[in-house]
């Protein structure tokens, strides 16, 4: 069964800091790949997404993310923070067509930024 | 401007009082679902529909329903809610010709006592 792993629940980095954030996902076949943004009382913006091609992505806010099929992972980083980035990021994967498109999420992981 | 709204955007209701969250999405698009976001535990799909009047069961559909009789509008019905439906729910909407990006509703905050 499809499913994604966000192993990392809640992350503290300090201002300017480099941030990585984890995501494995099981998917049998070529995945769809998300990730997502909460923030707080906020609703979910698309930061990027990976469908095929070039495995370094860029996304909105100066987020990247690079797909490694070799160990089933689509880790999040960017290179320094800003303390507006705190907020809850999802990692998601596109599920099959015949269930309506539906994306598995992770279970997220809560970002803190110390000033 | 594309978007899908839902409303309320925050309810607090009784146990056993129906209620419906409405869900519009202005992108003409075929397929909708409805998400519920727990801690813990991301969102996970309630129900999906693929067009007018195709509606689906997505992994966790107990105690709720769903309607499709307009390509924009895709209501969630809880006829008897229960304390452990209290959660933030999302609508999302995606057409054919997107993959799997789906765009967002605002969520909808539901507690119920």
């Known amino acids: 069964a499809q499913s994604v792993t966000q192993p990392d629940i809640h992350i503290t980095v300090s201002e300017g800091a480099s941030l990585e954030l984890r995501c494995n996902y099981s998917y049998g076949a070529t995945p769809y790949l998300f990730w997502y943004v909460q923030s707080p009382g906020q609703g979910l913006q698309l930061l990027l997404k990976?469908?095929?091609?070039?495995?370094l992505v860029q996304g909105i806010k100066g987020f990247e993310a690079e797909f490694k099929r070799s160990q089933s992972s689509f880790n999040l980083r960017k290179p320094s923070v800003h303390w507006s980035d705190a907020a809850e990021y999802f990692c998601a994967v596109g599920a099959g067509y015949n269930q309506g498109g539906k994306l598995i999420f992770g279970q997220g992981t809560e970002l803190s930024v110390k000033p | 401007e594309a978007q899908v709204t839902q409303n309320p955007r925050y309810l607090i209701t009784v146990t056993g009082k129906k209620l419906t969250v409405t869900c519009s999405q202005n992108?003409?698009?075929?397929?909708m679902s409805w998400y519920r976001q727990d801690p813990g535990l991301g969102l996970r799909q309630i129900y999906y529909s693929m067009n007018v009047e195709v509606t689906d069961k997505g992994d966790v559909p107990e105690g709720y329903k769903v309607s499709r009789k307009e390509k924009r509008n895709f209501p969630l019905i809880l006829e008897s809610p229960s304390p452990n439906q209290t959660s933030l729910y999302f609508c999302?909407?995606?057409?054919?010709?997107?993959?799997?990006?789906?765009?967002f509703g605002p969520g909808t905050r539901l507690t119920v006592t």
């Open positions: 992108m003409n698009h075929e397929y």
């Open positions: 990976y469908f095929s091609g070039d495995t």
């Open positions: 999302a909407s995606r057409g054919i010709q997107q993959g799997f990006e789906q765009y």
